[in-house]
């Protein structure tokens, strides 16, 4: 479990430059980033979901320059196959809650 956190004081351009390319990293919808600015600007709001993903983004490089590896992106898929059967659990309540009957499987949860 990730606990709560936030971005420290710094040069005000360290700040600026990070999301700005962190709006730009949000963009491409197959990434590992977009899918977790979803994820959180559905809980927190925009601004600060950019903010996680911009300080992820920090993180991430400060991870590649010291182990000198290139950046593996984990798909935008990563959440969903993180843990499956809660999202088999989370899907069934949502259809439910729009109405529809489903019989799920034994063996799928």
Same mark, same amino acid.
């Given at each position: 479990?990730?606990?709560?956190?936030?971005?420290?004081?710094?040069?005000?351009?360290?700040?600026?430059?990070?999301?700005?390319? +962190?709006? =730009? &990293?949000?963009?491409?919808?197959?990434? $590992?980033?977009?899918?977790?600015?979803?994820?959180?600007? %559905?809980?927190? @709001?925009?601004?600060?979901?950019?903010? +996680?993903? =911009? &300080?992820?983004?920090?993180?991430?490089? $400060?991870?590649?320059?010291?182990?000198?590896?290139?950046? %593996?992106?984990? @798909?935008?898929?990563?959440?969903?196959?993180?843990?499956?059967?809660?999202?088999?659990?989370?899907?069934?309540?949502?259809?439910?809650?729009?109405?529809?009957?489903?019989?799920?499987?034994?063996?799928?949860?």
């Amino acid at each position: 479990k990730r606990r709560s956190t936030r971005v420290r004081k710094s040069g005000t351009w360290l700040k600026t430059a990070l999301v700005t390319a +962190a709006w =730009a &990293a949000v963009r491409v919808k197959t990434s $590992y980033l977009h899918a977790q600015f979803l994820r959180i600007k %559905a809980r927190r @709001g925009g601004k600060k979901a950019i903010l +996680a993903v =911009a &300080a992820s983004m920090l993180t991430a490089a $400060y991870h590649m320059l010291r182990d000198g590896v290139e950046y %593996a992106d984990l @798909g935008s898929d990563h959440f969903n196959r993180h843990d499956v059967n809660k999202t088999i659990r989370r899907l069934l309540k949502r259809l439910a809650d729009l109405g529809c009957q489903v019989d799920p499987m034994p063996h799928a949860l």
